[in-house]
């Protein structure tokens, strides 16, 4: 009876001691986190270095096209010319100057039409009055090798035959002249007398260029 015991005994202390090894394999299986693999390939855990340069960095900037001439559409510029006022004929209270333009430029070019001729005056040379009056019509084209020249008739009223309190009569220290078709201006010192003032009429005229 006691030998039975003791069995009994032993089969069940070895049942605990197994029933006690599966229960903390179970916990040891809930409770260890499953490692994770830190082996990560280049191409999920870090930017590929060793890609293609892309087409900007890679591609020449395009040519830059030479730059280009002005054109040189053969018409005299203020650069071309010398300017000068040669005395002329009075009549009637006008006094008719001839304005020579003389082409200086060291090749051909034309001239057509009437230039603009206004009075200036003061350091600043700001103009005095009206613009000249274009009397008559355009003429035709006159081209000029270098050294010759074209002339345009001025008419210079006395501008004292005009109301004084109108007129505002002021010296002037020369003209202010734009060839035709041309945006730069040249200057021709001569003196005279403009009026300020609004006047009933015209301090100047000139008339279309003519071969010298």
Avoid at 71 to 81: F, H, I, P, S, Y
């Amino acid at each position: 009876m006691t030998m039975i015991r003791s069995k009994l005994i032993s089969i069940g202390g070895l049942v605990a001691a197994t029933a006690g090894l599966l229960l903390l394999s179970a916990c040891g299986t809930e409770t260890a986190p499953v490692a994770q693999n830190t082996s990560a390939s280049p191409s999920s855990s870090a930017p590929d270095t060793s890609a293609a340069p892309s087409a900007s960095s890679s591609s020449p900037a395009p040519a830059q096209p030479p730059a280009q001439e002005p054109k040189n559409d053969g018409l005299c510029k203020a650069g071309d010319v010398k300017l000068s006022i040669k005395d002329g004929d009075a009549a009637a209270g006008t006094v008719y100057r001839k304005l020579v333009i003389t082409n200086s430029s060291g090749h051909p070019c034309t001239i057509q039409g009437f230039p603009g001729i206004s009075y200036v005056t003061g350091a600043d040379g700001h103009q005095v009055g009206e613009a000249a009056y274009r009397d008559g019509t355009k003429g035709g084209p006159v081209q000029l090798a270098n050294g010759e020249s074209a002339i345009a008739d001025v008419g210079f009223v006395n501008v004292r035959n005009y109301d004084e309190a109108v007129c505002k009569p002021t010296e002037t220290r020369g003209l202010r002249v734009y060839l035709p078709q041309e945006t730069a201006s040249n200057f021709v010192p001569v003196q005279g007398l403009g009026c300020a003032g609004k006047i009933p009429g015209n301090q100047l005229t000139v008339q279309t260029v003519h071969k010298g």
